[in-house]
Nanobody, 120 residues
């Protein structure tokens, strides 16, 4: 069984920054991909960024350098981070951590999400 727990969301002003964290524990395969997705009210869940266990990254086109994904594979628990800068009101969403196998597909394991609100 796999557990994903996100943290770090909150309220931030436009132009501000936040760092999201996700800790993955349980039966995690050595070859895996962890990623961040988000879902805004009334919209579909979409990819933000993802990274394989080997460090290959993938970003949504709209990120345009504002966000950086990173991970720490040391230890039994795997960590995934999302450094978000120059946040905009349209970044307001619930951000979810995801764990799967390949960079080209959505994994089947999800966290409970952490809300991010960008507002003045």
């Amino acid at each position: 069984q796999v557990q994903l727990v996100e943290s770090g969301g909150g309220l931030v002003q436009p132009g501000g920054s936040l760092r999201l964290s996700c800790v993955a524990s349980g039966s995690i395969l050595p070859i895996n991909t962890m990623g961040w997705y988000r879902q805004a009210p009334g919209k579909q869940r979409e990819l933000v960024a993802a990274m394989t266990y080997a460090g290959t990254e993938k970003y949504a086109d709209w990120v345009q350098g504002r966000f950086t994904v990173s991970r720490d594979n040391d230890g039994a628990k795997k960590m995934l981070y999302l450094e978000m800068t120059n946040l905009k009101p349209e970044d307001t969403a619930v951000y979810y951590c995801n764990l799967g196998r390949l960079l080209t597909e959505v994994g089947r394991h999800w966290g409970q999400g952490t809300p991010v609100t960008v507002s003045s």
